[in-house]
């Protein structure tokens, strides 16, 4: 079982402070089984906030195996005679002061 990250704590216990607070807030509930009524729930909804909070994405090289290298064929040129015009052609630089 992989363990909690530390956004999926984060958002869990938020929220079950903040709709715990919410709840007995909008219930006005002084009881003892309505408290414990309104925790409970809002442990469940933290719980359920925290499970579906997405995980970070495995890196490539951690996911999957590196492909083994395609073996590839080289590929023979074929010679050409060099002509006058295809014949590299000298650089000429302007002269300096």
């Known amino acids: 079982m992989p363990r909690p990250t530390a ?18 807030l909008l219930s ?10 309104i925790t409970l729930s809002a442990l469940a ?11 970070p994405k495995p890196t490539p090289s951690a996911a999957a195996p590196a492909p083994a290298p395609v073996e ?3 590929v023979q040129r ?3 005679s060099v002509s006058a015009a295809a014949a590299p052609q000298p650089v000429h630089e302007p002269a300096g002061p």
Do not use: D, K
Not at 28 to 37: E, K, N, R
Not at 46 to 55: D, I, N, R
């Open 7 to 24: 956004a999926q704590l984060a958002y869990g216990s938020c929220t079950v402070i903040f709709s715990t607070l919410a709840m007995l």
């Open 28 to 37: 006005q509930t002084s009881s003892g089984l309505g408290i414990a009524l």
């Open 72 to 74: 590839r064929v080289p």
């Open 78 to 80: 074929e010679t050409a």
């Open 45 to 55: 909804l933290g719980l359920l906030v925290a499970v579906t909070v997405p995980l």
